[in-house]
């Protein structure tokens, strides 16, 4: 049963922190990638960070490198997003979604489009004052 779902966002101040959590089903979690998004109001959805369960390489938007950190728990098929120094335009839902087995697999570079995602999670609000 595939099943992704969400949990940590909140409001902070800017220079805050907030750490996201991603609930996986195995089906959804292995050896697949695994991607946090986010979606400002009235602007498209966009890539924040990603990686392969299975290992590979690990991305990052060029606006959250450095402040953000993606990691992984295979155990309990679980992503997470920790998210340091935030700014008031990191503001946005953000969403964790999954990528098949595709084009990405034979180099393990997930990839950074929306519509290689085959499953989403409903996201979790986050919100940065100034």
């Known amino acids: 049963q595939a099943q992704l779902a969400e949990s940590g966002g909140g409001s902070v101040q800017a220079g805050g922190s907030l750490r996201l959590s991603c609930a996986a089903s195995e089906y959804t979690y292995k050896d697949n990638c695994v991607a946090w998004f986010r979606q400002a109001p009235g602007k498209e959805r966009e890539a924040v960070a990603g990686?392969?369960?299975?290992?590979?390489?690990?991305f990052y938007a060029s606006s959250v490198r450095g402040r953000f950190t993606i990691s992984q728990d295979n155990t309990n098929n679980a992503l997470y997003l920790q998210m340091n120094s935030l700014k008031p335009e990191d503001t946005g839902m953000y969403y964790c979604?999954?990528?098949?087995?595709?084009?990405?697999?034979?180099?393990?570079?997930?990839?950074?489009?929306?519509?290689?995602?085959?499953?989403w999670g409903q996201g979790t609000q986050v919100t940065v004052s100034s």
């Open positions: 979604a999954a990528a098949f087995r595709g084009s990405w697999y034979r180099r393990r570079n997930c990839p950074e489009a929306e519509y290689e995602y085959n499953y």
């Open positions: 990686l392969p369960t299975g290992g590979g390489t690990t």
